[in-house]
């Protein structure tokens, strides 16, 4: 044991050493490994220990075996030419208030649906919102006394208003995709008041405007208030190497020479059609490593993992400190497509990458494409078996980390009861804390169930409760989720992010040294200040929320990753290097005689410090996002402007943000760590995977 104990010591410390004789606070930061990296031509078939025979020129198919489920899974569950058109897992309904007849069950459907179609076609209540609410409040009855018939009635409501098409009503509202969920939320939620408001926003904006802010009662929230004289330690002058990835979305299904450019849903599959065209044809057929709509093929995958050692100068020899990993590993699919079984592979799948491809430990966190119905997860307080509906997943995830050997068994015990979060201290001596992030996400629809509510779920009860036990030991805490608590405010809930914001405050800096989030695809960053951003400024800048950049493509970026440079004694940034693959230079179908190529992107000190005026010596903390903030103000868009392109990881695809409403819009979403803040920004500027909504 003693022997163990010294080699987990000595290995950080040899990575110590070799990154402070390589210069750290120098200033003019160096590239940290090869500039380039050029994936080498076929599939790496060492990745997995065996394969399915699949056709020549397509993706190979790994046989995994899952020693958590025990099972291999069968070659058609990602079959690019077997794709299923409909989910097999069980559904679950809210226990009925009464236990009626099949006959009986059907009347109340058809009486529902009869008042909910006078209710939309007549003239005694005026206003849309006002509708919306008088027709759920007809429609619970019909959840509470015949949930099992209730899906089958909202497709043919649907379908019959012309709310949308057949075929989208029915990927909406089937049982098997999200109406047991709807039913669930119809038959538990207060559809005559807050809850009610949050149901027909997400139907529709047109129906009612998004609700705001509910006030949050702070009384009691935190076990002890903020101390007066709280310091975070001092920074040790060694640096570790910290690698963050996210949103590797990997597609098993991706059909090589398929529609690279369909019309709708997810390209590069075999049942992708560009209508513009006439049957059989191809625009642009799928080339082996990807494309702008589609997701990460296998090879794009191992390409991007194989190029993280190079690009990063680390080996088995020099590993990565640890690396985080911060969410979604499932492809776009349309629901109907997906199942547990397919998230069970995606998340098998990938952990096992990582573990072979790279150094270190690994943190993950789930992100709302790691579960089924997607972004579907089910607080506790569900009644009866309600609350457990999503428990295969958290056992399931928690077995891989800690078979990977990156948990042990009490923080493995702590995903499986807290929605896959647990609290965990590395062997640097850092505290990393995870969170689901679906309790604040808006296309979780049960986070409508008791919406006044800012933590239903407990997570942040469970949050809380780490960072006053790391308050109480001095440590450190990286903070890990998936979807992004503010930006432009268009992803998450109100009332959980400012919950949240409170957390922040409550322990930063001292205790909380950054925070980390994925979800958009993009390379973006935001800042939390004291006093919930009521008075943004250098002094009140409290903490930085660093969103990665994705491995997938889609839609219209490159595909990237970042490095950190982290003191070891104060777990602050030093350096940021992010890199990244031109996914407009993949190599075509008829070129196949090499890889995609990775390549160091930028230095975030280099290309923002100077404009900063940020000492060289200093981290790149919130103050220094701040003051990057305001050179952006100050010097008409140029600085602006380049944090736009590198947004988009130098897609091509990436629209130009030179007029000032675009400066002004992306300089308040960077300060805007809350729904609140994000809403009060410009809107249609927030995202570059399409032309902006807003106008110059």
Known sequence: MAVGCSIMAVVPLLAQYTLAQAGYGAGGASIPGASSYVAPAGYPTSAFSSYYPVPSGQEPQPALYDPVLNITYPLNLTNPDTLPDNDPDPVYYPQPIANLATTAQQAVINSVLQQVSEIINGSSIQGNCSKCIAALSVAKSAAQLAPSLVPDAMVALCTSSGFHSASTCAVDFEASTFGAIWTQVLGLADVSGLDGQYICNSLSSTFCPAPGVSPLHTTGLFPKPKPANATKPAASGMTVKVLHMSDFHLDPRYKVGSEGNCTAGLCCRSNALNTALPAGQVSYP????????????????????????????????????????????????????????????????????????????????????????????????????????????????????????????????????????????????????????????????????????????????????????????????????????????????????????????????????????????????????ANNGTNQSLSTALN?????????????????????????????????????????????????????????????????????????????????????????????????STFNTLQGKMSIKTPNCTCEACVEAKVCYMRSGSVALGRECAQGWGSVQSPFKGKC
């Not at 490593?289 to 050692?309: H, S």
């Not at 919950?499 to 979800?519: E, K, M, T």
């Not at 290097?577 to 075509?588: D, E, I, K, Q, W």
Request: glycine share 8%; proline share 6%.
């Open 286 to 529: 799928a080339p082996l490593y990807g494309a702008f709509e589609c997701d990460t093929p296998y090879d794009l995958g191992l390409a991007a993992l194989q190029a993280v050692g190079p690009l990063t100068g680390t080996s088995k020899e020099n590993p990565l400190g640890w690396t985080v990993y911060t969410g979604d590993l499932v492809s776009h699919e349309s629901q109907n497509e997906l199942s547990r079984l397919y998230a069970e592979y995606a998340e098998d799948s990938i952990y096992g990458m990582f573990k072979t491809y790279l150094t270190g430990p690994v943190f993950p966190v789930l992100g709302n494409h790691d579960t089924n119905p997607e972004a579907i997860d089910a607080p506790h307080s569900l009644p009866g078996p309600l609350g457990m509906q999503m428990s295969w997943n958290y056992d399931h995830v928690a077995g891989l980390w800690q078979r990977e050997g990156w948990l042990n068994s009490t923080a493995a015990g702590q995903a499986r009861l807290h929605y896959g979060a647990y609290s965990v201290k590395n062997h640097y001596g850092l505290r990393v804390i995870t969170f689901n992030t679906d309790f604040w996400y808006r296309s979780n629809f049960l986070n409508f169930i008791n919406a006044s509510n800012p933590d239903v779920s407990g997570t942040f009860a469970f949050l809380i409760q780490e960072l006053q036990a790391a308050e109480d030991a001095g440590e450190r805490v990286w903070l890990l989720g998936h979807v992004l608590s503010g930006w432009d405010g268009s992803n998450p809930l109100p009332n959980p992010t400012n919950l949240f914001y409170q957390i922040v405050d409550r322990y930063s800096p001292h205790v909380i040294a950054n925070i980390f989030f994925g979800h958009t695809h993009e390379d973006q960053v935001m800042i939390y200040y």
């Open 544 to 640: 930085t929320g660093w969103i990665g950049p994705s491995v997938t493509p889609l839609t219209n970026l490159n595909s990237g990753f970042r490095l950190y440079e982290v003191d070891t004694g104060s777990f602050d940034i030093y350096e940021a290097y992010t890199f990244y693959a031109n996914v407009s230079s993949f190599p075509s179908l008829a070129n196949t005689s090499s890889g995609p190529t990775f390549n160091f992107e930028y230095s975030t000190r280099e290309t923002y410090g100077p404009a900063a005026k940020w000492p060289a010596t200093a981290p790149l903390n919130a103050t220094f996002w701040h003051a990057v903030t305001e050179a952006m103000e100050a010097d008409q868009g140029q600085l602006v």
